[in-house]
């Protein structure tokens, strides 16, 4: 018996709720359906703007005006785009090796907790800032998450400075992206004023020549006019959300839990209580790599049979069957040994040949005479010994 090895991407190993594409390089969570009505929402209300009000505020007005419209939508698509097919900060789970070594320490710090008692919950003690913060235990990741990170119930993973799980981009808002999800609602927020602004411009200038109603009907342009309507105090305001939460470098789900906030009036250790300090943080920092090796190759061991003759065959899941000849490798794995018709006739010659060798190698004695058997034999009786005498 003999191992085979096969290599694979490491994505498709990783335990989480995601999906993933490109060969690993996209990473989404596997409710993506309000994704794609996000993207049919921004699509949809830009191509009727582009095809129907564009045209005609360029002749009349300036031909400025779709110029800017299409850089913007072009950066709301790439901070979307962005923010949803990257990894947010997905921690990586404890090896079997990792996660038996951080039970036995657990079990040896309960090891004084008398017998029906409850133990004391899984928490270690940082510093930060002069502040004791508690690292909490994930009994799914099995590990001690870092600060600020939290477990998604949806994607099912540990995210590192976890905001909160968006499903308008189909993915987590944590540490590696959430200033492209910021920078999205922001120039979202931008692109649904911009056009609802000139939506009713087009209005206004069409009604002097042919009359409101008469524009309400020639025009597709109402449709725009209605979903950034009812979309901007949305947006607008989930943009006005984060925005305060950036100026306090804190995150959706701290808000939530009042972590900083609470009765207790404890004081945010990440704050560094001045706002553009906070917004640079965020916002200007430096780019976190991903702790996830989801491209890096991994070599798994298959089970395979083996003959005795340095033949092998297929793994034990596609062995043939008994008709089939093995097929033979270049090179022998067993070298120096034999299939098992020829296993009894092999030992019984290599025994006779050491035996014959051994024979050979023996020395024998020159000239050395040949004893009598009464030589040999000594005397056995008395009356021997009396003839002898």
């Given amino acids: 018996m003999i191992s085979k090895k096969a290599a694979s991407r490491r994505w498709e190993k990783l335990p989480g709720k995601n999906t993933f594409c490109c060969d690993g390089r996209v990473m989404m969570a596997r409710q993506k359906g309000v994704f794609y009505l996000t993207l049919f929402l921004i699509v949809g209300t830009c191509a009727l703007f582009f095809a129907f009000e564009c045209p005609y505020l360029a002749l009349h007005l300036s031909p400025a005006i779709p110029v800017f419209a299409i850089l913007l939508f072009l950066f709301v698509m790439a ?153 901007l105090w949305s947006v607008v305001g989930l943009t006005g959300f984060h925005t305060y939460l950036i100026s306090l470098n804190q995150t959706t789900n701290e808000d939530i839990k009042g972590s900083w906030s609470g009765k207790n009036r404890v004081q945010n250790p990440y704050s560094h209580k001045n706002i553009i300090k906070n917004c640079c943080e965020v916002l200007c920092g430096p780019a976190y790599p991903s702790v996830l090796d989801r491209r890096g190759l991994m070599v798994e061991e298959l089970p395979t049979s083996a003959s005795l003759d340095g033949t092998t065959e297929v793994p034990l899941s596609k062995a043939p069957s008994p008709h089939t000849a093995p097929r033979k490798t270049t090179a022998p794995l067993i070298p120096n040994e034999h299939t098992p018709e020829d296993v009894k006739p092999g030992i019984a010659a290599s025994l006779e040949k050491s035996h014959t060798s051994e024979e050979e190698r023996m020395p024998t004695p020159l000239n050395t005479p040949c004893k009598s058997p009464t030589q040999d034999r000594g005397p056995s009786s008395p009356k021997e010994k009396v003839q002898k005498l």
Wanted: some cysteine.
């Fill in 79 to 231: 901070m979307l785009l962005r923010t949803s097919f990257s990894d947010p900060g997905v921690l990586p789970r404890a090896l079997p090796e990792e996660a038996t070594f951080i039970e036995m320490e657990i079990e040896a710090a309960n090891a004084n907790v008398p017998a029906g008692q409850r133990p004391p919950p899984r928490i270690r003690n940082v510093q930060i800032n002069s502040q004791i913060v508690k690292l909490k235990y994930c009994y799914t990741c099995k590990i001690f998450r870092p600060p600020r990170a939290s477990h998604c119930s949806i994607c099912d993973n540990c995210v590192d400075r976890f905001d909160h799980h968006c499903p308008w981009v189909g993915n987590c808002v944590g540490k590696r992206n959430y200033r492209y999800f910021y920078l999205f609602t922001l120039s979202l927020s931008l692109l649904t004023i911009y056009i609802f602004a000139f939506d009713i411009v087009h209005v206004v200038l069409r009604s002097v020549d042919s009359g409101f109603v008469n524009t309400l009907k020639e025009t597709p342009g109402t449709y725009p006019l209605l979903v950034c309507f009812f979309t």
